[in-house]
């Protein structure tokens, strides 16, 4: 995770010098439509398929801490190539073991590389690989994500598609940051997207956004419904503040994270939903209305880009998720990237 405007001039510099891909977890401020560097969004996918294994790099450049996409830390585990890590503030974090060389350098020592390093070192042929695969990606995505009811997939991809300049995504643990991961596209550098993966945390959600928006800048939360249960206080003490906070709430009825492991195939599914899933019926809107903020429900994709491109005082916007078309739709895309980058 790399944040601030010197780390972004460096590392835009040194990747259009190189052609080196980037990929850039999307709370890294890096997942930028930087106009000559490939921006890969969609490496989640990417390196969850067979291709994966077949394409090996010669070197790795880590910026910021660990990865926390499952699939690239398993790509890096299982290739184990050379890898370099900045490491302005020797933090030595490297759980994986799978880091060769650390420099105690930051943004300065990137830009110094890039200034003297010879481009034709690099093979341009890597990066084509890498930009085919992402846009075949992306063409998959989209046909699916455009032909079918709006879910959490498309929300991902609708925030960064249309939040106005200078404004803050506040993201939410859980599912709303792996399907920020897996599905926002490279979005301008003036959305500046937060969230707080440490502990994973499902609580103080929306205090922490409330306090980013009362920073000055509009902000929006995506949340789902539990964690926006979990700080029903955090929203009413917002109502305090001078605030822009829009808060997009998934409502799957309950922690729909957990039908994505393995345990949901094997436990019966009355036990799983009373153990795991843990739905809470909350009547969302009488309780956001009896608060006097503004509430609006959505379920089609052109109705949430209007409403996120105006943003105004707080209020909640209820995205109804039916759990199991949007856990059927996860593992579709998934197939479907991988059946048409590995077939190419
Ligand atoms: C404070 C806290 N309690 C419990 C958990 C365990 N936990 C992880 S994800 C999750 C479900 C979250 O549900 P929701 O916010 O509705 O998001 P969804 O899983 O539907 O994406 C829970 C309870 C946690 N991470 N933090």
Redesign the pocket.
């Known amino acids: 995770m790399v944040q601030g405007s010197q780390w972004r001039q460096a590392v835009k510099h040194f990747c259009a010098k190189t052609g080196y891909p980037l990929l850039a977890e999307p709370l890294s401020q890096l997942r930028i439509d930087f106009k000559d560097v490939t921006v890969l969004q969609h490496h989640d996918h990417l390196l969850r398929s067979s291709w994966s294994k077949e394409v090996a790099p010669d070197i790795v450049i880590r910026l910021g801490g660990p990865p926390t996409c499952k699939a690239l830390k398993k790509w890096l585990e299982h290739h184990r190539c050379p890898m370099i890590m900045f490491d302005p503030f020797n933090s030595w974090a490297d759980p994986s073991f799978t880091t060769s060389e650390i420099l105690s350098v930051g943004n300065e020592g990137l830009s110094a590389i890039a200034e003297i390093i010879d481009p034709t070192m690099a093979d341009p042929q890597w990066q084509t690989t890498w930009r085919s695969a992402n846009d075949q990606a992306s063409t998959t995505i989209n046909n699916i994500l455009d032909s079918e009811p709006l879910l959490q997939a498309a929300v991902a991809r609708e925030l960064g598609r249309h939040l106005p300049s200078d404004h803050v995504l506040y993201v939410?643990?859980?599912?709303?940051v792996r399907d920020i991961d897996s599905f926002m596209e490279p979005h301008s550098d003036s959305l500046h997207v937060i969230g707080n993966r440490g502990a994973?945390?499902?609580?103080g959600v929306i205090s922490s956004a409330a306090g980013a928006a009362a920073s000055g800048q509009p902000t929006t939360l995506l949340?789902?419904?539990?964690?926006?249960q979990?700080d029903m206080g955090g929203l009413i003490a917002a109502r305090s503040l001078d605030i822009t906070l829009t808060v997009v709430v998934?409502d799957?009825q309950?922690?729909?994270?957990?039908s994505h492991l393995p345990i949901a195939q094997v436990t019966d599914p009355a036990i799983f939903e009373k153990l795991f899933t843990?739905p809470q019926h909350l009547p969302i809107a009488g309780i956001v209305e009896a608060l006097g903020i503004e509430y609006q429900e959505v379920s089609d994709a052109r109705t949430l880009a209007d409403l996120v491109r105006e943003p105004q005082g707080i209020r909640v916007i209820r995205i109804p998720i039916d759990s199991s078309h949007d856990i059927d739709q996860h593992l579709r895309i998934g197939r479907a990237v991988a059946d048409s980058i590995e077939s190419s």
């Open positions: 939410s643990n859980s599912m709303p994973s945390g499902i609580d949340i789902g419904d539990l964690a926006f979990h998934l799957d309950g922690g729909g994270i957990f843990t």
